[in-house]
């Protein structure tokens, strides 16, 4: 459907990504991974055709059609929300025009002539036309169609007349993924569509996107999405991009493995490379190992460069600073109430936080979440109740607005100093080099970082001074899948208070152990971890999702929802049944080529020492095992890559299970 070919670009001295191709098959469902600033978003933009290339081509074929939602910047004036959507369907309200004007003009036109005038005839051939094509393309249930999305999406049935002005930003990227969602195309590239949906909507969109006839390019944080949707992973690192077959799981459990075989190849090529040319230097002049040197230089003109391993990524490395001890209650919500205008959005809310507890706060977009915990930081004012801290309570308050909010002109370093003054430029440069700043970054202006960027100076801000109360809004949006796991680790080893507003299940799944919802019944409270939530809330759904589910379950047949959870289960079952015994002999092999490799080093070492050399019986004997086991290893690389290659397939195959 879509082929890169020899696809390159970069950014000034800046590569994103050296030349390489890739096919987009159909039905294909792609994670597109790398940390930030990698050049993710870079190649969807340039697949979409809103960015050129330094080299290479995007074919497509002549029948497929594209669909891009970027992460940001999409904005709607001067409809409303159903207006908007039905953009979506530009071809079929054409065709609605058509039809209102043919029956404008049969009606005309009959006033004034009789039935049997050829015109009138031929308009209502038309007519009759244009309604079969409508009906054929179904154009008649293309609003229910519409519904079906924007209210899965989180809209509401007033909603559909309101104006798209009205709409925050994230609002407004929900609009234009449902605008893609009906139209359909048959590739759908999608940046971060997470990152601006609630947890409902998040498990609408995971259900609607594993049955959409398309393929899907995905570019996401959130490792459980896409677990459940992909089967085929693209990661673009150090300016390489690298494929690897099955969902993301697979994908850090293959590039593991693979960097443990190339890992242990480079380290013994780079041995025998290292040891063969101290021979070399050593006997080059004396004729009677002239032979043997000979034959080395030969070897080592055979042997393929080393290949330099990349290192592991680099990973922020902060830690909370010790906090000071808080009283047992940290803050308390009285019947709070908060109104802007006309608008209720929090109405008679009560919560007791207290010391240790680790709150996940969940909602739709709208809902009062992030006017919550302003309120809570104390940087949003109310009209009723109460909202009273505990004592000894330091707050620190994170939200993505405070990351958009920093000021452009100022250096990474300046928005430091300006918050903490009396701190040394030594001292706030090794905390920005622990969020990845490292050399002239402290001094990019902030106009030039990327989300991610911002992000992680916001988090930096935050740890200048140490606080016992956390109030995180949307910690995790920009932020790649290593930083991500840094934050979640030292929120758990945070020995104070969290209270933390997310969509991302895994992110959350941890840290929490009480769950504040809102809702369209208003505020709830649930004493438990979010896995329990889910779990409570999964199973309240499949008891009430219908009558004849009941009934079904009554006459002991099974309802649709648990047939499809009968299905996957067994579908899990087989998939781990066929992949067992390749991955116990795929391990089986690691382990000889772990053993063979470990005396090759050995020999290898041996080569190196004075005595060897002395004993022509023994060095003789060294060098026919060494030969040897370099024999050995090649089946096993090759045994151990058709048991890789084995296991990849049955992932892909039983991908997203």
Not at 34 to 43: D, E, I, P, Q, V
Request: aromatic share 8%; charged share 35%; with cysteine.
């Amino acid at each position: 459907m879509i082929t890169l070919f020899n696809l390159s670009k970069r950014y000034g001295e800046k590569i994103l990504f050296e030349p390489f191709s890739f096919q987009v098959n159909p039905n294909d469902r792609i994670a597109l991974l790398g940390a930030n600033g990698a050049g993710k978003s870079t190649l969807l933009g340039i697949i979409a055709g809103r960015i050129e290339p330094d080299s290479g081509s995007v074919g497509r074929a002549r029948t497929a059609s594209v669909g891009y939602l970027p992460q940001e910047g999409v904005y709607h004036r001067g409809r409303t929300l159903l207006e908007e959507t039905w953009k979506a369907f530009e071809d079929i309200l054409r065709l609605e025009e058509r039809i209102a004007d043919l029956a404008a003009q049969i009606e005309k036109l009959a006033e004034v002539t009789d039935s049997s005038s050829t015109e009138l005839h031929a308009l209502m051939d038309e007519l009759g036309r244009a309604q079969h094509d409508m009906e054929r393309r179904e154009g008649y249930k293309k609003e229910a169609k519409i519904r079906e999305i924007l209210f899965g999406l989180g809209f509401s049935e007033r909603d559909l007349s309101r104006r798209t002005e009205e709409f925050s930003g994230g609002w407004h990227m929900r609009i234009e993924l449902a605008k893609l969602l009906l139209a359909e195309p048959s590739v759908l590239l999608l940046d971060e569509p997470t990152n601006h949906l609630d947890l409902e909507s998040l498990e609408w969109i995971e259900d609607y996107l594993k049955s959409y006839e398309g393929s899907l390019l995905l570019v996401s944080h959130d490792s459980r999405f896409l677990d459940t949707l992909v089967n085929r992973v693209l990661e673009i690192s150090r300016g390489k991009a690298t494929e690897y077959g099955g969902n993301y799981s697979s994908y850090l459990q293959q590039k593991e493995n693979r960097r443990r075989i190339a890992e242990a190849a480079h380290a013994n090529r780079k041995k025998l490379v290292e040891h063969t040319s101290r021979f070399v230097e050593r006997f080059r002049y004396k004729s009677t190992k002239s032979a043997q040197v000979q034959s080395r230089l030969k070897m080592l003109e055979r042997l393929e460069p080393i290949v330099e391993i990349d290192e592991k990524e680099r990973k922020i490395g902060f830690a909370f600073p010790d906090p000071p001890r808080s009283g047992r209650l940290v803050m308390e919500l009285k019947r709070l109430g908060k109104r802007y205008g006309d608008k209720t959005v929090l109405d008679n809310l009560s919560l007791a936080v207290e010391r240790g507890d680790r709150i996940a706060c969940l909602g739709a977009n709208g809902s009062g979440k992030s006017t919550l915990a302003r309120i809570m930081a104390g940087i949003e004012p109310y009209q009723e109740g109460q909202c009273v801290p505990g004592h000894h309570v330091v707050i620190a308050y994170y939200s993505q607005d405070l990351a958009e909010q920093l000021h452009p002109d100022k250096t990474v370093l300046e928005i430091l100093e300006e918050r903490a003054p009396g701190r040394s430029p030594t001292e706030l440069r090794n905390l920005l080099g622990s969020f990845l700043f490292s050399g002239d970054d402290a001094f990019k202006p902030v106009s030039v970082l990327s989300g991610g960027e911002k992000s992680r100076l916001a988090l930096a801000k935050m740890l200048l001074e140490p606080a016992n109360f956390l109030i995180l809004d949307e910690p995790t949006n920009h932020l790649d899948a290593s930083s991500k796991e840094v934050l979640q680790q030292r929120l758990r080893d945070f020995r104070g208070t969290c209270f933390i507003v997310s969509h991302d299940r895994d992110f959350l799944a941890p840290l929490a152990n009480r769950v504040v919802v809102f809702g369209d019944k208003g505020f709830d409270l649930f004493g438990g971890t979010l896995n329990e939530y889910l779990e409570r809330i999964h199973r309240l759904k499949e008891e009430t999702a219908s009558p004849a589910g009941e009934v079904a379950k009554k006459r002991g047949t099974h309802s649709p929802n648990r047939l499809k959870k009968r299905e996957e289960a067994r579908a899990r079952q087989e998939k781990h049944r066929k992949i067992k015994p390749l991955r116990s002999a795929r391990e089986s092999v690691e382990a000889a080529i772990e053993e063979k490799e470990s005396r090759l080093g050995e020999i290898e070492e041996a080569f190196t020492r004075r005595e060897t050399f002395g004993d022509e019986r023994l060095l003789e004997s060294l060098r026919k095992e060494h030969a040897q086991l370099k024999a050995d290893l090649d089946p096993l690389y090759e045994k151990w890559e058709e048991h890789q290659e084995a296991i990849e397939r049955i992932e892909k195959e039983y991908a997203p299970f």
